[in-house]
């Protein structure tokens, strides 16, 4: 059966930098993984830096004229910002349908936008296996018409012991200082100070274990690829 892997620059073949060959080798990535252990019918989507709603999208796309051809995709998911717009020149989001200025609620238009997206007819015959990567799974399969499983939420607490992940590591970060170059509020700013702060206070936990973790995470934001050997372990032969 074919295999069709999405997700962001963790799903990918390469993260683009010469000092990521290292601890990111090709011979390392998911990619190869699943080839390893399914053969050659594996192909990979998975672009760095897009949004699952980008994937989905495009998932969509690909699959036209083949809606009858058995599939199964194994989706690695991203922070869910990434599918509002954000402008890299004013750090700001871009004006969006999709936006709100409360954290919450943009989470939930968000999570309506996927839900429609999976109604697409020509997904029907697709298997989906979803995990947790840069971010733990944000939306619920369970919503969405056709087969989905969560082999596990969030692969790095699961597998490797990481403290709950915020989920917001794109836009909200911590800097040398320990400064946020952004905060919650900064870009959702009707967002009560409790939860701004409660989700601050976990980005900030997971990534002071992330650089307490350097074999793990050897660049820092990344989980080192040789670890997908147990995360193929977790899907069906």
């Given at each position: 059966?074919?295999?069709?892997?999405?997700?962001?620059?963790?799903?990918?073949?390469?993260?683009?930098?010469?000092?990521?060959?290292?601890?990111?080798?090709?011979?390392?990535?998911?990619?190869?993984?699943?080839?390893?252990?399914?053969?050659?019918?594996?192909?990979?989507?998975?672009?760095?830096?897009?949004?699952?709603?980008?994937?989905?999208?495009?998932?969509?796309w690909g699959l036209k004229g083949c809606e009858h051809t058995p599939v199964r995709v194994l989706w690695g998911w991203t922070d869910w910002s990434r599918c509002v717009g954000f402008d890299s020149n004013s750090r700001r989001f871009l004006p969006s349908p999709h936006r709100s200025a409360n954290y919450t609620e943009n989470l939930k238009i968000i999570q309506q936008l996927m839900l429609e997206n999976f109604r697409d007819p020509v997904l029907a015959n697709v298997e989906f296996y979803h995990w947790g990567g840069h971010s733990p799974v944000w939306f619920n399969p369970a919503d969405a018409p056709g087969s989905h499983t969560v082999i596990t939420h969030d692969f790095a607490q699961s597998h490797f012991g990481a403290p709950r992940n915020s989920g917001i590591s794109t836009y909200v970060g911590v800097a040398a200082s320990d400064s946020w170059t952004h905060s919650v509020q900064d870009l959702w700013p009707t967002t009560p100070v409790e939860t701004a702060q409660r989700l601050e206070r976990l980005l900030l936990k997971h990534h002071n274990w992330r650089q307490r973790s350097p074999k793990l995470y050897p660049d820092g934001g990344h989980l080192a690829w040789k670890n997908y050997s147990k995360l193929v372990q977790l899907l069906p032969q």
């Open positions: 059966m074919t295999w069709i892997i999405l997700g962001d620059s963790w799903s990918s073949t390469s993260l683009n930098t010469l000092l990521s060959t290292e601890f990111y080798p090709f011979d390392h990535s998911l990619f190869m993984h699943m080839r390893a252990r399914y053969g050659r019918d594996v192909h990979c989507w998975a672009e760095a830096g897009q949004s699952d709603l980008h994937q989905l999208q495009r998932l969509r």
